[in-house]
């Protein structure tokens, strides 16, 4: 990989050849991708990306870790459309707001970004069998991408993932373990049986590839907004690898000159799982918390990526939100009605705590955000009809649908 | 519209001005549009298309029936992936096959296509509120369409409809009313409540633009093929409009020359519900059906579309195919496994009318084909998981799980 120098651990600062199957480092850190940014700068410019056809995040190829020979992984995977909201950005009082769908995804959440990445880099390890542990959507995408390309997978999964997210995983043929008891106990045992077998690992926090994978929605969201930099980019936080992958795209454009500033995160949390958060308040180090929420995808009680998510809201100069099950829900429908966007409870986490932000008058009235949805809302149905309620039932009569209008305070014109 | 001469009806061949609230004709049959295929000739090359950025169903503006003012609808419908399905063509024991995946659509469903033409339509009307009856698909479509557009929405679904679908329509914001009855009674509720309160008409077996919204799945595909036209296509029928539209815009592509030969349909129904193969195996005028099947979306006991759709069969000298629901599951699992794939029941009929074509013989082995999924997985978890099975479940421990893979007979190297 010419664009690549090597990787680097964040903690000890230890170099290593940036061979496929990387993990951590040996002192335990996690490694970071480090570029030949001149490189890059040489072999690719904004008039390049505006003339190319292929609408997907393997346009960026030079910005990504893979070699020139690397064969691609079938699913179309990102170029996500971004919405401009303007009806919701007037409800939340601010200038403009625009909202990231990543829910269109081939396996209908961001995480698609993450595990194309770790097929094409099983294929360049030559591995024929990948493992991850998952709350849910890397672990659906994983197997997704991998029975594409013909790979084999081991996939677990705490038992409270919703049934969208198994339904999909059992479809695409993944052998899936669910594990009774935390996502923190689900890692566990993934581990060992990826330490015990030798399967290549889609732990995105332990493979530094990944990341690299998730970078892309930031990469899209810059060159989509013409390279105008918004004020804000919020986003949902769970194990803290998609927030770090954010930023790392977000800074590859600023050090090839793509983009002339950076934005400021946002890092939304639930109020019942948010160790992330608490860390940036309080300043102290992250400690494990329960896992209080119905946001599965984001109810990480011990974030396996707390030091690249912690350095990146803190380079952001980033603000980070708590929302409540209830702000999330409330947001989940906002984005519905306003927007056609149905993202799932995690997925529309970053909107929930964008909206508090405003609300509690800390986004001024003249600043663009933009909120990325990371899930489709498909993914946990459960929780929508919960929260969105049944619709009207009658039988197929006028006199009944006059009557039910009327009780309901229906208005016809 | 300087592309569109006027509407005809198909049976009586009466001519309309091609209005933007068009239903049928007053002989009670449905309108076809009819274009100026020298105009759109003259204004559209292969060319254009391989130049355009646009990467939507709206690339092929000239050959749809828009006004060229007419503001487009906010999401972003269509240019769904077509994936080179190459084990599968295998398994199949034809020369090559392509999937294309309408399932990423931005409310999950080929249906997008006909309501964003409906929203673009409505807005020419001047309409403020959109009304449909539907299996689900089309309704959730609508739903998020509108909501995207500022539009309000009534919508009347059967009560059988499945919690994905009716969880959407809920975050959409539309207003929902579940009918206890057939699709029938439930079209027929729908149709007395638009007659009454003159909401704009987005049921596409009445409002004649909106096959022109899916023959868009018809033009990607032949344009995905750079114009290579595939021996058959397969897609799962029930009202008739989507393999109506689909074979509008394969004619549409002959006349003006960009494709020397038409494809041959394979239409596919479920054995529990199939009006319009049993029209076209019998030689009779379709007949209703009870309207037993698990892929909803195609459970239509009294097509709308027939005229259209037994017109489209017919001409192509296309095979008609009833799969069963094992088929179909058996399929879907097919498709998830060897494509990454995951189509709700009524998406992958298609695919398993396709295989069971294969296995009777009646598809030469040096075919080349295209199976249309026209809808997600997740919109039905439920049957899924019936199909697909539930996970391994165990406690967090090595132990545990050598003993559940020994039990399962899972191989471990």
Chains 1, 2 share one sequence.
């Not at 990944?210 to 930031?218: A, D, F, I, P, R």
């Not at 906002?334 to 529309?348: D, K």
Request: proline share 5%; hydrophobic share 40%.
């Amino acid at each position: 990989m010419r664009n690549v120098l090597h990787a680097k651990c964040v903690t000890c600062g230890k170099i290593y050849d940036a061979a496929p199957g990387l993990t951590n480092c040996t002192c335990g850190g996690i490694l970071d991708i480090i570029y030949d940014y001149d490189y890059i700068k040489s072999h690719l410019s904004k008039a390049d990306l505006a003339g190319r056809q292929e609408h997907t995040m393997w346009r960026y190829r030079e910005m990504l870790p893979v070699e020139d020979c690397t064969e691609l992984p079938p699913l179309r995977v990102g170029w996500s459309p971004l919405y401009q909201a303007g009806r919701l950005a007037s409800q939340l009082g601010i200038r403009q707001l625009y909202i990231k769908d990543d829910g269109i995804n081939p396996t209908a959440s961001l995480k698609d970004r993450a595990s194309a990445m770790a097929v094409a880099k099983a294929r360049e390890a030559g591995a024929k069998v990948i493992a991850c542990s998952s709350t849910g959507n890397a672990a659906s995408s994983l197997a997704g991408n991998a029975a594409a390309a013909g790979l084999k997978t081991y996939i677990f999964v705490p038992s409270r993932a919703p049934k969208g997210k198994v339904a999909q995983l059992m479809a695409f043929g993944a052998t899936v373990i669910s594990v009774q008891g935390s996502y923190e106990d689900t890692f566990a045992l993934s581990k060992a049986a990826i330490d015990r077998w030798g399967w290549y690992n889609r732990n995105a926090a332990i493979n530094p590839y990944l990341s690299e994978g998730k970078k892309t929605v930031g990469l899209e969201i810059m060159e989509q907004l013409q390279w105008v930099v918004p004020d804000y980019i919020a986003i949902s936080v769970g194990d803290g690898c998609t927030i770090a992958g954010l930023w790392k795209g977000l800074k590859d454009l600023y050090a090839i000159g793509f983009i002339d500033r950076l934005p400021r995160l946002i890092s939304a949390q639930a109020e019942g799982c948010c160790p992330l958060n608490r860390a940036i308040k309080t300043g102290e180090d992250w400690r494990p918390m329960a896992e209080n929420t119905l946001a599965d995808s984001i109810a990480v009680g011990v974030p396996r990526n707390a030091d690249k998510a912690l350095l990146a809201i803190r380079e952001s100069n980033g603000l980070a939100v708590n929302v409540s099950d209830q702000e999330i829900m409330d947001a989940q429908k906002l984005l519905g009605r306003t927007c056609g966007v149905f993202g799932e409870p995690a997925g529309v986490a970053g909107t929930a705590g964008l909206k508090k932000l405003c609300e509690q008058g800390k986004i001024p009235a003249n600043a663009t955000a933009v909120s990325v949805v990371t899930g489709n809302g498909l993914k946990d149905v459960a929780n929508a009809i919960a929260s969105c309620g049944e619709p009207v039932s009658i039988p197929s009569d006028m006199d009944q649908l006059l009557k039910a209008f009327a009780e309901r305070g229906i208005p016809l014109e």
